[in-house]
C-alpha cells in the first residue's frame, strides 16, 4: 500500500510539474511532459520502473474505467439537434473501419506475427477499451497499450500543424477524438470547449462501435 502511494505521488508530482510547461509549449502534450518527468524521479530515486509499474498499475487500470465513464459529463452538454447526422455516421464508419484496416494490413505486409497484428487493430479506441478488445482478440496487452499511446502522441503532437487552416472547432475536435483518442480530446479541450466536447463523441462513439463489430468480425474470420 504504501509502495502504491508513493508510486501514486510520484505521478501526481509530474502532472503537475507538467502543467505549467504545457501552457508554455502547448504543442507538446502534458502526458508527454509527465512521462519525462516520471522518468527522471524514477532514476533520482533509483526505483527500477518495473516496481513502479507493480505499484501503481492496478490502481490506474481502476481509474481508466471511472475516466471512459466521465466522458458521459461533456456528451450530455452537448446540443444533438443541428448536428448533420448522415455526415457524421459517414465519417465514423470510415474513421473506425480505416483505423482498423490501415494499420493491420501494414503489420501483415511486415510479416509481424499474427497476434501481435490483432493488437494493432485496437489503434484507434481509447485505452480501456483497447485492453478489453485486445482480451477477446488474444493479442499481447502490453503492445495494445503501446501502440494506442504511441498514436495518441502521435496525432496529438502533428495535429496543430495538421488543423492549423480549420477554423470550426467541431471539425477539428471530432477528428483529434477520431485519430488520437484521449490524448487527442485532451488537446482539443486545449483548443475550446466546443472542440473538446467534440473530440469526446468522436472518440466515445468510435471506441463503442469498434469494439462492437471489430471482435466480431474477426471471430468470424477466424
Given at each position: ?79 444533438y439537434d443541428d448536428l448533420p447526422l448522415k455526415a457524421m455516421l459517414g465519417i465514423l464508419l470510415f474513421a473506425s473501419f480505416s483505423a ?43 503492445l495494445t497499450i503501446l501502440i494506442v499511446i504511441l498514436s495518441g502522441l502521435i496525432g496529438a503532437a502533428f495535429s496543430p500543424f495538421i ?32 472542440a473538446g466536447r467534440y473530440a469526446a463523441f468522436g472518440m466515445a462513439v468510435n471506441a463503442v462501435f469498434t469494439a462492437i463489430w471489430l ?8
Open positions: 500500500m504504501f509502495s502504491t502511494l508513493i508510486g501514486f505521488m510520484i505521478t501526481l508530482f509530474a502532472y503537475l510539474c507538467a502543467k505549467p510547461i504545457n501552457k508554455k509549449l502547448p504543442q507538446i502534450p502534458v502526458i508527454v511532459i509527465s512521462m519525462i518527468f516520471v522518468v527522471v524521479l524514477l532514476l533520482l530515486f533509483k526505483i527500477p520502473y518495473e516496481q513502479y509499474q507493480q505499484d501503481v498499475n492496478t490502481l490506474f487500470n481502476h481509474l481508466l474505467g471511472y475516466v471512459t465513464v466521465a466522458l458521459a459529463i461533456p456528451l450530455a452538454t452537448m446540443r482498423v484496416a490501415i494499420p493491420m494490413s501494414l503489420a501483415y505486409l511486415l510479416h509481424i506475427a499474427q497476434p501481435d497484428i490483432m493488437a494493432y487493430a485496437t489503434r484507434a479506441v481509447t485505452t480501456p477499451i483497447a485492453i478489453n478488445i485486445a482480451h477477446l482478440l488474444n493479442s499481447p496487452i502490453s488543423l492549423r487552416n480549420i477554423n470550426d472547432e467541431r471539425a477539428s475536435g471530432l477528428a483529434l477524438g477520431l485519430a488520437a483518442h484521449a490524448i487527442g480530446t485532451a488537446q482539443a479541450w486545449q483548443r475550446g470547449s466546443i471482435p466480431l468480425f474477426i471471430h468470424f474470420l477466424q
